[in-house]
């Protein structure tokens, strides 16, 4: 199956400073990529879908200034998490979707995912 | 909020037992994907289902799908304790891709 890698895995940062986290999918390329957040136990929020070569479109209540998306290529997309504060440690995880035409196109494949403590 | 929604939030059961666990969704879908959530990790992809197919099967895996009741369901047969993970149900919220996932079904598959 198609493989997606998220950099770094966890992080630990002062409160404050900016974070970024990568998301590439490894073995195909795609368009759109798609940002989660997930708290403990509890299911995956969507919060920006990343569009190669565009700008990323948000979720409702999701701070655009805060997460900073960036699609430079069709295997990279990075989120910044800026001026991070404790509230802000989560689960991160990306999902990538196929660029392929048929049924490959329709199933995301996700990322590892990226834990973030903010101290 | 959520729109796929799965019962029962947990379930645990013996090895070799089945396990099934059911997701409802509110609006029209393309398709309904499940997928499994070890600890901490990332999501693994298991099956998707397309509004026009009612039953998909992969190894030990059963999906069943009802449009008319807005409903899917999982059955995992012969569980192993390599099962023991969180599932959750998704569906397409536009032609985009985005996905909506359900709360998860907490499963515990016990030696």
């Known amino acids: 199956g198609a493989v997606v890698s998220q950099h770094p895995s966890r992080v630990i940062c002062k409160s404050g400073t900016s974070v970024k986290i990568e998301c590439r999918s490894l073995?195909?390329?795609?368009?759109?990529m798609f940002w989660y957040r997930q708290f403990p136990k509890k299911s995956l929020m969507l919060m920006a879908t990343?569009?190669?070569?565009?700008?990323?479109?948000?979720e409702q209540g999701v701070e655009k200034d805060k997460f900073l998306i960036n699609h430079a290529s069709l295997t990279l997309s990075t989120l910044t998490v800026t001026s991070a504060h404790p509230e802000d440690s989560s689960f991160y995880i990306c999902?990538?979707?196929?660029?392929?035409?048929?049924?490959?196109?329709?199933?995301?494949?996700f990322g590892p995912g990226t834990r973030l403590l903010v101290l | 909020s959520q729109q796929g929604e799965e019962d029962p939030q947990a379930l645990s059961i013996q090895e070799g037992e089945n396990a099934t666990m059911n997701c409802s969704y509110k609006?029209?879908?393309?398709?309904l994907q499940w997928y499994r959530q070890n600890s901490g990790r990332g999501l693994v992809h298991l099956i998707l289902?397309?509004?026009?197919?009612r039953e998909k099967h992969s190894g030990r895996l059963r999906v069943t799908l009802d449009t008319s009741k807005k409903s899917s369901s999982l059955l995992i047969t012969a569980s192993r304790a390599a099962d023991t993970a969180s599932y959750f149900c998704?569906?397409?919220?536009?032609?985009?891709?985005?996905?909506?996932f359900g709360a998860g079904t907490q499963v515990v598959v016990t030696p």
């Open positions: 999902s990538a979707r196929h660029s392929g035409t048929g049924g490959r196109q329709e199933t995301q494949y």
């Open positions: 998704a569906t397409d919220k536009d032609s985009w891709g985005k996905l909506q």
């Open positions: 073995d195909f390329q795609a368009t759109t």
């Open positions: 990343s569009n190669e070569g565009s700008k990323a479109t948000y």
């Open positions: 609006t029209s879908i393309n398709n």
């Open positions: 289902i397309r509004s026009n197919e």
